[in-house]
């Protein structure tokens, strides 16, 4: 009974620690990713061309290709994504983008920080 009662005990605290180290690293960033400021970005004064823009902030993190002609957004391509995204936000992201040609819109909503992960690294490809 005594062993019994270690193994229960030794199982239980595993998965406390497993627990919580999931809490930890689902919640590792959250506040600096949705205070993450977006800033616009001045497309007149960006030539042609695909530029590469990428952002690294734990489990939010992803690289995209911003491609540019005639001074407008043509197409952004997600290269390289970390985090579990789902698809439909991540295109909603883009289409908003080149729809609005600005990196200065809305987030979707649950999704706020990977949204703003998104956009980050699209105005990191414009402006470096």
């Known amino acids: 009974m005594k062993k019994a009662m270690i193994v229960i005990l030794s199982i239980l605290g595993v998965l406390i620690v497993v627990g919580a180290g999931g809490v930890f ?9 949705e205070n993450l400021a977006i800033n616009p970005v001045d497309l007149t004064a960006i030539e042609d ?5 990428v952002y690294q ?3 939010w993190s992803n690289e995209v290709a911003v491609s540019v002609a005639d001074h407008q957004i043509a197409n952004i391509a997600v290269v390289k ?24 819109v809305d987030t979707v909503s649950g999704a706020t920080v990977t949204s703003k992960a998104y956009l980050k690294s699209i105005e990191n490809a414009l402006t470096q």
């Open 25 to 33: 690293y689902i919640t590792n960033g959250l506040e600096a990713g």
């Open 49 to 53: 061309g695909t530029y590469a823009g």
């Open 57 to 59: 902030a734990g489990r």
């Open 81 to 104: 994504t970390v985090t579990i995204d789902d698809p439909e936000m991540t295109s909603t992201i883009i289409n908003n983008v080149i729809k609005n040609q600005s990196t200065t």
